[in-house]
């Protein structure tokens, strides 16, 4: 069964099994819900399952038809050469699309171009065209199409008609964070297929079995920052997050203390707005090196935008205290400086700060000018 493959995503597993089980696989999936909690996961069960030399699983119209497939029946066989293909990413029929194939692309012009997006002559090359072709082992093919939502409008104009019109035994499937990045028409042709966040015990006890390394401080801090996501929180344990946010911790504590302390006057409290853009060209740095294809300032926005985050998270954890809510706190460690920061402020004034911050990532995501939007922001936080 899919279910044995991927945990906690109960409603995702559910629609695929049905659809299995009562002959009625459509053609185009799209899967969607955060990165890291198991998308990819189903639709490799879901490819092993009806590429498996050895299912029981019939993809013929005629055969779907008179009979859909048993519960017991759901489940690849994990020894035939098909599974072992798969589990080892050389099916011939397993056809894997995302962005860094355009380096792979027979049209020079196109391998100089940086990987940001998912490029029509990538789906052309790498989706359309094999899309037409036979099965080589003679059962389907199936596209797995990562980060969908970063296709391009052309792109996705140019699959239209793949989505809506496949061969007999091909099958789809997109993959996307947010599937309202998505034009309407694509959707419209794809059997959603929504993905929840996993639970923060399970990413925890996950961490613990993929990065040992850990202390239980740490994991548990990665864990509850992951918005339950493992992917979230392995990337963020790869750029040493923990550690940045206990430096952040540090610097916002004691930068309020002395605002309320000095009326707003500078005084000794530390400069947040220096602390701010050096920690962003630093994790951007490591971001830059994980994605080599993105700008020098998309990686240091995108720091940037980490460092904002983790801020925010810092204030949630203020309005909790101040709010008197019973929910856990992400930085547990330092909550005696956060109930010192909770005890002199409205529950009011600290959702207005995390809207201001929320503002000011907003600002920079239309490519505002950086310094003037910190500026603004560390001043509004005053």
């Known amino acids: 069964m899919l279910s044995n493959k991927v945990q906690h995503q109960p409603l995702a597993v559910k629609i695929v099994e049905q659809g299995l089980l009562r002959g009625r696989v459509p053609h185009a999936y799209l899967f969607h819900g955060p990165d890291g909690v198991g998308k990819e ?4 069960a879901f490819a092993e399952l009806l590429l498996c030399s050895n299912s029981d699983v019939d993809l013929t119209t005629a055969a779907r038809k008179k009979q859909a497939a048993k519960q017991s029946e759901l489940a690849a066989c994990g020894r ?5 293909g798969i589990a080892a990413g050389v099916h011939p029929d397993l056809h894997i699309v995302h962005r860094y194939l355009n380096r792979e692309h027979p049209d020079s012009d196109v391998r100089k171009r940086k990987g940001l997006e998912i490029s029509i002559d990538v789906i052309r090359h790498f989706l359309i065209e094999p899309v037409g072709r036979t099965p080589i082992r003679g059962r389907a093919k199936i596209f797995i199409v990562r980060e969908a939502d970063r296709m391009t409008v052309q792109a996705q104009n ?3 008609k793949t989505l809506e019109e496949p061969p007999q035994t091909t099958f789809l499937i997109l993959l996307a964070d947010n599937a309202n990045s998505l034009l309407p028409t694509t959707q419209s042709r794809c059997q959603g297929v929504p993905f929840d966040p996993l639970p923060i015990s399970f990413v925890e006890s996950r961490l613990g079995e993929l990065v040992p390394k850990l202390t239980p ?6 864990a509850r920052s992951g918005d339950g996501s493992i992917g979230k929180a392995l990337e963020a344990a790869q750029d040493g997050l923990f550690e940045l946010n206990e430096r952040l911790s540090t610097v916002l504590g004691e930068w309020l203390t002395a605002q309320r302390s000095t009326g707003g006057r500078r005084g000794r409290a530390p400069d947040l707005l ?8 630093s994790i951007g740095d490591r971001y830059q090196k994980r994605d080599p294809d993105i700008t020098d300032t998309d990686a240091t926005r995108r720091g940037l935008f980490t460092v904002l985050r983790l801020t925010a998270t810092w204030f949630a954890d203020v309005l909790r205290l101040s709010a008197g809510g019973t929910l856990e706190l992400t930085n547990v460690k330092h909550r005696p400086a956060l109930e010192k920061i909770a005890g002199g402020v409205s ?3 600290t959702a207005d700060d995390i809207h201001r911050i929320a503002e000011t990532e907003r600002q920079l995501d239309l490519n505002a000018n950086t310094q003037l939007c910190l500026e603004t922001l560390v001043a509004d936080l005053a």
Do not use: I, V
């Open 41 to 44: 996961t189903l639709a490799l």
């Open 80 to 84: 035939c050469d098909d599974c072992r």
């Open 158 to 160: 140019g699959l239209l």
């Open 217 to 222: 401080t740490q994991r548990s801090w990665y």
């Open 274 to 281: 220096k602390f701010w853009t050096e920690e962003a060209g």
């Open 347 to 349: 529950p009011s004034r």
